[in-house]
């Protein structure tokens, strides 16, 4: 009879291989983003700054309105708002969509700018069922 001791265990051997950290959600979220075809990633830089646009509009509008309006200026809203589009295009540009054959580095920046562009088209679908809701009001 053995001692306890003595005894050989039968428990298997542990595993020589460590096992591998699960990547975070947001670094595999950054690489599908950037691995999306080239002409995917043009529509979604489009529809960001597009969004951006139309959600800076009445922003921009009411700024302008209270403190800024004159006659010679009428113009000046409508540039600024899409100025705003145009630097968040060029940004996406820049982060996301790259030229031809390059690809895309990965950066933190691609999610801050995918988190503004999904708040910005938020924010338009909010002004739409707004407009909507106040063009289908019965007047009193």
Avoid: C
């Avoid at 979220?29 to 075809?37: A, C």
């Amino acid at each position: 009879m053995m001692s306890r001791h003595a005894r050989k265990s039968t428990k298997k051997p542990a595993s020589k291989t460590k096992s591998v950290p699960s990547e975070p959600i947001l670094n595999r979220l950054l690489r599908w983003i950037l691995e999306l075809p080239r002409f995917v990633r043009f529509l979604v830089v489009g529809i960001f700054a597009l969004a951006v646009t139309i959600a800076a509009s009445p922003l921009v509008d009411n700024i302008y309105l209270r403190y800024l309006f004159n006659e010679q200026t009428v113009v000046l809203p409508s540039l600024v708002s899409v100025g705003l589009g145009v630097i968040m295009y060029l940004l996406g540009w820049w982060l996301i969509v790259g030229t031809v054959g390059e690809t895309a580095p990965t950066r933190k920046a691609v999610l801050w700018y995918v988190g503004i562009g999904m708040l910005s088209v938020f924010l338009v679908i909010i002004l739409i069922i707004n407009g909507y809701s106040s063009a289908t009001a019965s007047m009193p």
